[in-house]
């Protein structure tokens, strides 16, 4: 994060975002492996809590707190989230790279 901060001080053109990403490869690597390794367990042990409906009542009040911050319609699909954004991120340099086609190239 100190990386990313330290890249608003400087003028777009100057920025190199894309360091802070591969700086951080390895460590992305193993904890979204880590994620991915346990999101079925997540999601069994969701089920599981939703059966007992003390249990479902209070993660469903969970769920609306968080309803204004997020797109997250349900529990089961809140696991995804981090998976989708960060599925998102090739498709979105891949779009900004096709229109700035000036920045960093080497002619």
């Not at 346990?38 to 993660?59: C, F, H, P």
């Not at 319609?73 to 998976?83: E, G, I």
Request: hydrophobic share 35%.
């Amino acid at each position: 994060l100190m990386m990313l901060k330290g890249q608003q001080t400087l003028m777009s053109h100057e920025q190199m975002i894309g360091r802070c990403f591969t700086h951080l490869e390895e460590d992305l690597h193993r904890e979204y492996t880590f994620y991915l390794e346990n999101q079925a367990s997540v999601m069994d042990l969701i089920a599981q809590y939703q059966k007992d409906k003390a249990n479902k009542e209070l993660l469903d009040n969970c769920l609306q707190n968080i309803r204004g911050n997020t797109t997250c319609w349900d529990l089961q699909s809140f696991p995804d989230k981090p998976v989708q954004r960060i599925m998102k991120y090739p498709s979105f340099y891949g779009t900004w790279w096709s229109t700035h086609p000036l920045i960093g190239s080497t002619g």
